[in-house]
């Protein structure tokens, strides 16, 4: 039998990826590009590419993965020119995060790891570890932020798409 809290996280993960292909669905490079608002807002494919990226890495900590590489503060300059190629950057990606979820069989929740991407974002340089409970819980509900606050992006930025 598989564990409960990986079928859940599963099932909480394809919803979650799948509205947010939807955000970004039949949009056109401008749409993508386009701000709500000034330019402290994010616009779609900023907003898809964070997502994923912070996805993939609390899953992989949560599951006891290998951490990929990330570059934070680059998933917040992305200019998509080629929709095509995003869209399969996209569903790779999303595959990565669905097969971190599908290679656990069992879930560790005290193990704990070290979200190595966070060292910039803190001003001493320390950091502190986090168990797997709490990456996956963290996975899962800022996916989820991003996914609504995309919704609402695509709907101001891109209401024909």
Excluded at 37 to 44: H, K, S, V
Excluded at 71 to 78: C, T
Excluded at 91 to 98: I, L, P, Q, S, V
Excluded at 99 to 110: I, K, S, V
């Amino acid at each position: 039998m598989a564990d409960a809290t990986i079928e859940a996280a599963r099932d909480i993960l394809g919803d979650s990826l799948d509205e947010l292909r939807s955000a970004v669905a039949g949009c056109t490079a401008e749409q993508l590009k386009r701000r709500p608002g000034d330019d402290e807002t994010n616009d779609l494919a900023v907003l898809a590419t964070h997502a994923l990226y912070s996805t993939r890495s609390w899953l992989s900590l949560a599951t006891g993965a290998e951490l990929p590489a990330r570059d934070r503060p680059a998933e917040f300059l992305v200019v998509v020119d080629d929709v095509d190629a995003f869209l399969s950057w996209f569903d790779a990606t999303a595959g990565e995060c669905r097969a971190l979820l599908d290679a656990a069989d069992t879930f560790e929740p005290a193990r704990t790891g070290i979200p190595t991407w966070r060292f910039d974002e803190l001003d001493d340089g320390d950091q502190e570890p986090v168990t797997a409970a709490w990456a996956m819980l963290h996975a899962l509900a800022h996916l989820r932020e991003h996914v609504g606050h995309s919704q609402l992006t695509r709907q101001v930025a891109a209401p024909q798409a």
